[in-house]
């Protein structure tokens, strides 16, 4: 009898203890960094950082599990480049209470083969949980057609700027018609045609990062 209601505690500290990990706080998972979520445009890295709830339960205990993430630190090669704070971002986000999805994180340069930490943190800076790995691959923008805005993101060069390079050292009777926006490897690169007396002459880029003539376009 004893034998059987020793078994028996052992049975229920067991359940309790699955149950407690099946209710736990940090039933999510930081989703590893690739060429999906990190995409390199114009001499930026851009982070996606995304947090997947794996408590399938209910909706109500995949919020409780992401609500108790207060802020979210990401770093590159141990030196902090963001930090994203808890806030009206995430339930604004069509993937919550699913998932935390961020595309806010903004490196200088190429980040491929670097590492990158993304940690997790309570309301008493008590870390929860993190996820570190080596940028094996990152997704360049290129450019299938040109982009009719005078907007573009991250662009280093206005469009006046771009305008008024393509017009430096140009022969007295042409004229520049601006065509828009395109990438090349990630890069931006501005598009005009040259015309003389209403004939087209040429067309030349503004490569945006150097602020030089490349010529040619799509």
């Keep these: 009898m004893y034998f059987k209601k020793k078994?028996?505690?052992?049975l229920i500290v067991f359940?309790?203890?699955?149950?407690?990990?099946?209710?736990?706080?940090?039933?999510?998972?930081?989703?590893?960094?690739?060429?999906?979520?990190?995409?390199?445009?114009n001499g930026k890295s851009v982070i996606t950082v995304s947090i997947v709830s794996s408590n399938f339960v209910s909706d109500n205990k995949m919020k409780k599990d992401l609500n108790s993430i207060n802020k979210i630190v990401v770093k590159v090669n141990g030196k902090k480049v963001n930090v994203i704070k808890k806030g009206k971002g995430w339930q604004k986000n069509k993937y919550y209470p699913t998932a935390i999805i961020d595309r806010k994180t903004i490196v200088n340069g190429k980040i491929k083969g670097k590492n990158v930490t993304i940690l997790t943190y309570t309301k008493s800076n008590k870390l929860i949980k993190k996820s570190s790995n080596i940028i094996a691959s990152t997704y360049a923008t290129t450019s299938?057609?040109?982009?009719?805005?005078?907007?573009p993101p991250y662009a280093k060069l206005t469009y006046n700027q771009a305008f008024k390079r393509v017009n430096k050292n140009l022969?007295?009777?042409?004229?520049?018609?601006?065509?828009?926006?395109?990438?090349?490897?990630?890069?931006?690169?501005?598009?005009f045609d040259i015309y003389?007396?209403?004939?087209?002459?040429?067309?030349?880029?503004?490569?945006d990062q150097k602020n030089t003539i490349e010529f040619g376009s799509i």
């Excluded at 078994?7 to 052992?10: A, K, P, R, S, T």
């Excluded at 040109?146 to 907007?151: F, R």
């Excluded at 003389?196 to 490569?207: H, L, M, Q, R, T």
């Design 171 to 191: 022969p007295k009777n042409n004229y520049v018609v601006y065509k828009g926006y395109y990438y090349m490897g990630g890069d931006l690169l501005w598009a």
């Design 144 to 151: 299938k057609k040109l982009n009719k805005s005078k907007y």
């Design 15 to 41: 359940c309790v203890l699955i149950l407690g990990l099946v209710s736990s706080v940090d039933a999510f998972n930081i989703q590893e960094l690739d060429k999906h979520t990190v995409t390199y445009i």
């Design 196 to 207: 003389e007396k209403n004939v087209f002459v040429c067309d030349y880029s503004v490569y």
């Design 7 to 10: 078994h028996l505690f052992y």
